[in-house]
């Protein structure tokens, strides 16, 4: 009953004028002349204010690529990626302004060893030349939001990989883009650690509001945290399908056992078999 | 909460690192004993072999002389300095070869030639530019001691995680602020690696500059020992050149506590 059975007026909302982040027509090839890889064909998404998606799909699918691409890591081969109606590649240059808008949360949490966890969230504001004191309060904000405050002094070394995780996200969050883009970020995660990661995501983006997308292939994972789902088949990467996901909010880890959730992960099962 | 705090991973066998603490002073005792009776017992020329009594009172005979201290001072001070020319160099010309890989393989035949050319080859050349006094030590301790701190401040730059680059470029760091954050922290530890190979051979392009072409240093107190006889003062001389070494070794790898405290080598 909350699966693809939103009310209308809930999907006009989703195709509002504005969406926050809009591809046109952007596709990825990768390699030399001889040998390209069609890595994402062709693909248009618009992404709402305030949604959480999700990239679900098997390995080369062009899930990881897209969010390169949308992240200013990767140019795209064609088209455009508009963030708040803003170009974010402009003839194959990375519009530096264009790019602050978004947060960037990576498998492995990347923190610098050599700095403290909280030097580690508060260098994108040292970047900024934000002044040391603010820049400190912020990150020890931050530090509370993702629950990990007592451990300001800590090595990342001296962190669990879970602890880590939360403190790339607190760092991600550091100068408040509105976008957050995750990729695969609780997949070097054990099981346990990963549902509770899960329901404080969930968590943080309610309490901030932000956008968030996460590409992952747990099929739960997809299930649990979306808004949306937008599965992606691969050989050449592309769209295959999109589902609305409508849980009530918050959802905690009993959603799963309910027969909606059940028949939502059995349908993106049988859908990812089949384009696999 | 499956999160918790691990402790700081514990090296393998750090029980036993009070170890070299009992064992290197008995050693040290043991070989003097060898050596003692040795020239005690086997009727060994002093002039040959002297025995460490003998090597030891010489020595404290050169601990109490101004004249031996303002040869110590002299080469403390090629060696530092060349040191110091061979580190600026070294890490500088390391940090950019790092990032710019054409210049690399465009230099990288060129540096290589200048480390299989026998180094202490060059010292005559060096006397003869620069003359007998300590601009050719310098010289030779600066030439020595780069090529180590290169190669490592390169590797260093190259170790870098594509991970921890991709988060400088969403942060939209500018080339600096990449290079300063990242490359070079990144490769400090590699640095201070070859910092600690590359101050051992200053010290040895000092002594050997001095021992080839100088009027001062403890190169040059070690060739007037040998021109005199005086086996037990070149015994002397060696330990001093030895306790040296040990010094510059070990207060470079006191830079891992202060520099790098994060890195895995500053906790032993």
Known sequence: ?276 | MTDAVVAPTERAGSGTSYLPWITTPLLVVACLAIWHFYTKFSGISPFVLPSPSAVWHVWMGMLASPRAWSHTLTTVYSTLLGFFFGLVVGVTLGLILGRIRWLELTLNPFIVATQVVPKVALIPLFVVWFGFGMTSKVLVAAVLSFFPILTNTVLGVKSVEAGHRDVMTSLNASRFQAFAQLDFRNALPYIITGMEVGIVLAIIGTIVGEYLGGSAGLGYMLVSEMNAYQTDGLFAVIIHMTILGFVFYFATGLLRRFVIPWHQSAEV
Not at chain 1, 32 to 59: F, K, M, Q, Y
Not at chain 1, 153 to 173: C, F, N, T, V
Request: net charge neutral; hydrophobic share 40%; with cysteine.
């Open chain 1, 1 to 276: 009953m909350f699966v693809a059975e939103k009310e209308p007026a809930a999907m006009i909302q989703h195709a509002a004028p504005a969406p926050i982040i809009r591809l046109s027509g952007v596709s990825k090839w990768y390699g030399t002349r001889d040998e390209p890889v069609h890595a994402l064909e062709a693909t248009n998404l618009d992404i709402a204010d305030g949604e959480l998606l999700v990239l679900l799909g098997p390995s080369g699918c062009g899930k990881t690529t897209m969010l390169r691409m949308i992240g200013g890591l990767l140019d795209p081969t064609e088209g455009r990626i508009e963030i708040s109606g803003k170009d974010l590649w402009i003839a194959g240059r990375r519009q530096g302004e264009t790019v602050s808008e978004l947060g960037m949360v990576f498998q492995e949490a990347n923190l610098f060893p050599w700095l403290s966890i909280e030097d580690n969230i508060a260098l994108p504001l040292k970047l900024r030349g934000v002044p040391k004191k603010q820049r400190y309060r912020r990150a020890h904000e931050l530090m509370e939001l993702v629950k990990i405050t007592g451990f300001e002094k800590r090595w990342p070394k001296e962190l669990s990989g879970g602890m880590r995780q939360r403190a790339a996200i607190a760092r991600a969050l550091s100068y408040d883009p509105k976008i957050l883009l995750m990729d695969e970020p609780f997949g070097a995660l054990d099981a346990m650690t990963r549902d509770s990661m899960n329901l404080e995501l969930q968590r943080i983006w309610q309490e901030t509001g932000k956008t968030i997308i996460v590409v992952t292939h747990s099929i739960t994972e997809a299930a649990f945290l979306a808004d949306r789902i937008v599965l992606l088949s691969p050989r050449p990467g592309r769209i295959d399908s999109v589902y609305d996901v409508g849980f009530p909010r918050p959802r905690g880890l009993d959603v799963q056992s309910m027969p909606e959730f059940q028949a939502l992960v059995k349908t993106l099962r049988h859908r990812l078999a089949e384009v696999s």
